[in-house]
């Protein structure tokens, strides 16, 4: 049980309990190959509290138990060890299967515990491998001080040295080349023009030849929000009532170099086709790809009959995780400069002659949208409200409402103040109905609590969630356990490789959008008959 031994015992017999704790269930279904990732990282974080608390225990010279007491221990710890791993690997299938019947997911056959156990394996000894070469170059390092310094200082240095190395190493080499890659592959799929997507004809469609942007410069995520959508036909088909064609103008990332220059030319687009002359005018900030939710823009449309208008901004062509970590402030200096150029051509218009103005944004979205204006500055004449789904935990807003919520209520569904500015919803709604009347400003968050996005929180290191306490979210497994270190990482796990269908998770559904935005927007001609027709074709319509 030594330190200084290769591989630790007690190091093992903690990550093996590590192991088994890692197979519970958290917020989101897990495959097998994501399970043994999870498991491995797992395995690992128990090897190294384990290592750090022997030395611990050494370095403080408190007593050890005799070599033959350490001996059955050892065993009775390893037996313990092994029972439980075999215990939940047997179980980790209905705990797997109890999260997917929440959301209505099939079932999926026993856990393939040869496969989990193999990928968690080659896991554990990479991050062995890291762990033994940070403890060489410690060692070199301090021995090398101890020349000139005395031990502890030499230690202290070292393991600084050491530090610094590999984190040169990991930043500067690993992290570097594998965002080139990525940049360079998200380049490339970001522009290809995909055959299905026809380019506009109307004059008055943005990426037509009349339009100041080229069809070209949209990107992969503006060809598609451009060409989707319901035209005129669509919503007279439905609602029986004339409907001009929603207006949608999107500026990609190649339009222009500065993100001042992208919002000039969207508002200068936005005037071209009229979209001030439209009863509601939507500000969407997009995810990292560019990419804007049609369950929640198609939803708005047909609730304002087309008589409305959406512009946004493209940013980054990368994933939301990757463009917050390689262009932490760029989606938000974009945001800022799309609310900058619309707001303030908005305010010169007279109020009863202007459109309705939201703000809209999904995950990443929701984040840089929060960012983008400042109360101080909208105070004198402030626009209508904002809905924000899927907020990430980062956003301040969010966490702010949150932390202050009124007592009682839940974190996952908090209610603030007496409602008459911020409310909460999510599947079952939320959003129509408050101690007071929603006033003019209001601000909606539509979330799920199993929306790993919203409720990952790096305090899960070492503290129990508030959203994890009863009453817990109706789409949240009664299975679920906190434990220090291995919470954190499953709801990481979750948050980059989980997957739910539609209504759950990070995935939004149409018909939530539909009760979000009606609570918010109050659309004229609307009664529960034909809510509930609307709402079933949202729902038929594949969002996927």
Same mark, same amino acid.
């Given at each position: 049980?030594?330190?200084?031994?290769?591989?630790?015992?007690?190091?093992?017999?903690?990550?093996?309990?590590?192991?088994?704790?890692?197979?519970?269930?958290?917020?989101?279904?897990? /495959?097998?190959?994501?399970?043994?990732?999870?498991? /491995?990282?797992?395995?690992?974080?128990?090897?190294?509290?384990?290592?750090?608390?022997?030395?611990?225990?050494?370095?403080?010279?408190?007593?050890?138990?005799?070599?033959?007491?350490?001996?059955?221990? =050892?065993?009775?710890?390893?037996?313990?060890?092994?029972? !439980?791993?075999?215990?939940?690997? @047997?179980?980790?299938?209905?705990?797997?299967?109890?999260?997917?019947?929440?959301?209505?997911?099939?079932?999926?056959?026993?856990?393939?515990?040869?496969?989990?156990?193999?990928?968690?394996?080659?896991?554990?000894?990479?991050?062995?491998?890291?762990? =033994?070469?940070?403890?060489? !170059?410690?060692?070199?390092?301090?021995?090398? !001080?101890?020349?000139?310094?005395?031990?502890?200082?030499?230690?202290?240095?070292?393991?600084?040295?050491?530090?610094?190395?590999? @984190?040169?190493?990991?930043?500067?080499?690993? $992290?570097?080349?594998?965002?080139?890659?990525?940049?360079?592959?998200?380049?490339?799929?970001?522009?290809?023009? &995909?055959?299905?997507?026809?380019?506009?004809?109307?004059?008055?469609?943005?990426?037509? %030849?009349?339009?100041?942007?080229?069809?070209?410069?949209?990107?992969?995520?503006? +060809?598609?929000?451009?060409?989707?959508?319901?035209?005129?036909?669509?919503?007279?088909?439905?609602?029986?009532?004339?409907?001009?064609?929603?207006?949608?103008?999107?500026?990609?990332?190649?339009?222009?170099?500065?993100?001042?220059?992208?919002?000039?030319?969207?508002?200068?687009?936005?005037?071209?086709?009229?979209?001030?002359?439209?009863?509601?005018?939507?500000?969407?900030?997009?995810?990292?790809?560019?990419?804007?939710?049609?369950?929640?823009?198609?939803?708005?449309?047909?609730?304002?009959?087309?008589?409305?208008?959406?512009?946004?901004?493209? $940013?980054?062509?990368?994933?939301?995780?990757?463009?917050?970590?390689?262009? *932490?402030?760029?989606?938000?200096?974009?945001?800022?400069?799309?609310?900058?150029?619309?707001?303030?051509?908005?305010?010169?218009?007279?109020?009863?002659?202007?459109?309705?103005?939201?703000?809209? *944004?999904?995950?990443?979205?929701?984040?840089?949208?929060?960012?983008?204006?400042?109360?101080?500055?909208?105070?004198? %004449?402030?626009?209508?409200?904002?809905?924000?789904?899927?907020?990430?935990?980062?956003?301040?807003?969010?966490?702010?409402?949150?932390?202050?919520?009124?007592?009682?209520?839940?974190?996952?569904?908090?209610?603030? +103040?007496?409602?008459?500015?911020?409310?909460?919803?999510?599947?079952?709604?939320?959003? &129509?109905?408050? &101690?007071?009347?929603?006033?003019?400003?209001?601000?909606?968050? !539509?979330?799920?609590?199993?929306?790993?996005?919203?409720?990952?929180?790096?305090?899960?290191?070492?503290?129990?969630?508030?959203?994890?306490?009863?009453? +817990?979210?109706? %789409?949240?497994?009664? %299975?679920?356990?906190?434990?220090?270190?291995?919470?954190?990482?499953?709801?990481?796990?979750?948050?980059?490789?989980?997957?739910?269908?539609?209504?759950?998770?990070?995935?939004?559904?149409?018909?939530?959008?539909?009760?979000?935005?009606?609570?918010?927007?109050?659309?004229?001609?609307?009664?529960?008959?034909?809510?509930?027709?609307?709402?079933?074709?949202?729902?038929?319509?594949? $969002? &996927?």
């Amino acid at each position: 049980m030594r330190v200084g031994q290769f591989v630790s015992t007690t190091g093992l017999l903690v990550g093996t309990l590590f192991f088994a704790l890692s197979l519970t269930p958290s917020l989101l279904p897990r /495959g097998d190959f994501t399970q043994g990732v999870l498991s /491995g990282l797992s395995m690992a974080a128990g090897y190294a509290v384990g290592v750090i608390g022997l030395y611990l225990w050494e370095y403080l010279q408190l007593p050890e138990p005799r070599s033959r007491i350490q001996k059955v221990v =050892k065993w009775i710890a390893a037996l313990f060890c092994l029972v !439980l791993s075999v215990s939940f690997l @047997w179980q980790a299938s209905q705990w797997q299967n109890n999260v997917r019947g929440l959301m209505g997911m099939d079932e999926v056959a026993d856990v393939r515990a040869l496969l989990v156990g193999l990928v968690a394996l080659a896991v554990f000894l990479a991050a062995l491998l890291i762990g =033994k070469l940070f403890h060489f !170059l410690f060692l070199w390092f301090s021995r090398r !001080l101890q020349r000139i310094v005395p031990p502890r200082i030499s230690h202290m240095v070292g393991l600084m040295f050491a530090f610094a190395l590999l @984190w040169a190493l990991v930043d500067g080499v690993l $992290y570097t080349f594998t965002l080139r890659s990525m940049d360079l592959s998200y380049q490339q799929i970001d522009a290809l023009i &995909e055959p299905q997507l026809e380019r506009p004809e109307e004059p008055m469609r943005s990426g037509s %030849d009349a339009s100041l942007l080229t069809w070209e410069s949209m990107g992969r995520q503006g +060809r598609r929000f451009l060409a989707g959508g319901p035209r005129a036909d669509d919503i007279q088909q439905f609602s029986d009532i004339p409907a001009p064609d929603p207006i949608r103008v999107y500026v990609g990332l190649n339009a222009a170099e500065t993100p001042e220059q992208r919002a000039e030319l969207a508002l200068e687009e936005l005037i071209r086709v009229g979209g001030f002359r439209r009863s509601v005018l939507v500000l969407i900030t997009p995810t990292g790809t560019g990419f804007v939710d049609p369950a929640a823009i198609d939803t708005l449309e047909y609730l304002h009959r087309g008589n409305i208008a959406s512009v946004t901004a493209q $940013y980054s062509y990368l994933p939301s995780p990757l463009s917050l970590m390689a262009e *932490g402030e760029y989606g938000a200096d974009s945001a800022r400069a799309l609310f900058e150029a619309v707001y303030g051509h908005w305010t010169q218009l007279a109020p009863n002659n202007r459109p309705r103005l939201y703000l809209f *944004g999904l995950s990443l979205g929701a984040l840089n949208s929060d960012r983008s204006f400042d109360f101080y500055d909208i105070i004198d %004449d402030p626009f209508q409200g904002a809905l924000w789904s899927g907020p990430p935990f980062r956003s301040e807003t969010w966490r702010n409402v949150t932390n202050r919520r009124v007592p009682g209520s839940p974190e996952w569904l908090p209610r603030f +103040r007496d409602d008459s500015v911020v409310r909460f919803a999510n599947q079952n709604g939320g959003l &129509e109905s408050g &101690e007071r009347d929603w006033g003019d400003f209001r601000i909606g968050f !539509l979330q799920y609590a199993s929306d790993p996005i919203t409720f990952f929180s790096p305090d899960s290191f070492y503290r129990e969630p508030d959203w994890m306490r009863e009453p +817990r979210g109706p %789409d949240v497994s009664t %299975d679920l356990r906190w434990f220090p270190i291995i919470t954190m990482l499953q709801l990481a796990a979750d948050m980059g490789t989980g997957t739910s269908p539609r209504g759950y998770g990070h995935e939004y559904a149409a018909e939530h959008y539909l009760d979000a935005w009606y609570a918010l927007t109050d659309p004229w001609g609307w009664n529960e008959f034909s809510l509930a027709r609307l709402r079933e074709y949202l729902m038929q319509r594949d $969002y &996927e």
